[in-house]
């Protein structure tokens, strides 16, 4: 008999990848999102609903929790709506995950639990203090979760990362650095940079962040009753600067590069250590930093060829 999986938040970019390599691994599943997926049955419902949580989250044999809201400014402007919808709506969901008898969940967490590293690379245990409500609800959702694994005897596995990337991230309006990078040269713009360029990030591929995603489920089932929380990461970070010039070099197009001041806080380096994942999980990024890029990059090119109106 296949294994039943619920996916909260499955008709985003990471979850309809997700979708897709868990029915590929044998799967059934069953995705919950306020959005329609163009790609899979959904279930429209807020995670906030308790009422309906309890109804939908149910003769399942784990959780994938990807439902958030993840925009770290718009977080700064209303931080209640995060509170709400991050904190309250996980709430829900491991409720009924309780009341149901489903007890093993698998949190998409983030790297900015740690805000501002004191060291570089972060790892695991270093000092965790957000510099935004949105780092702050994903840190308190782990909270969430480790008490959980002590009082409900739940099994919890945390994966924080940085710069997710790849092939099908749109969003409205665009905030992520890539495809932003990407429509600014298509459309002969130039490209908004903050501070100098040179700032050092972790870029890490959507195939790589699922990899992981699959590993945490079989290591949660392998060592219940637990607690886990894993960095993923290249740990080898790249500039912005990196990230225009293979963009460039894919299109065969030159950037107009506008600098803006650097944005107070905004540390130089910020990569994580992924020794524990390795260790673990057996899992570690395997697509390259430039050819991940440029298969983002034609991506787009051949999406906006078929679809012109989103390319103006």
Partial sequence: MKKRIIVTGGSGFLGTHLLRALIQAGYEVKNIDLRQSKE?????????????????IKDADAVFHLASLIEAGESVKEPQKFIDNNIDGTLSVLDAMRENGINTFIFSSSAAVYGEPLHIPIKEDDRTIPINPYGMTKLAIEGLLSSYVQAHKFTGVALRYFNLYGPEEHHEPESHALPRFIKQIYQDKEVTV?????????????????????????????????????????????????????????????????HFPARPGDPLKLYADASKARKELDWEAKVAFSEGVKGVVEYFMNYWEENFDEAK
Wanted: glycine residues 2%; proline residues 2%; hydrophobic residues 40%.
């Fill in 40 to 56: 899979f049955e959904t279930v429209l419902a807020d995670v906030q609903d308790k009422k309906r949580m309890l109804v939908e």
């Fill in 194 to 258: 903050w501070g100098s360029g040179e700032h050092l990030r972790d870029y890490i591929h959507i195939s790589d962040i699922v990899d992981a995603h699959l590993k945490a489920l079989d290591y949660a089932w392998s060592n219940p009753e637990k607690y886990h929380y894993f960095n993923l990461s290249t740990e080898k970070p790249s500039s912005v600067l990196d990230l225009v010039s293979i963009i460039e070099e894919t299109m065969h197009k030159k950037a107009t590069v506008k």
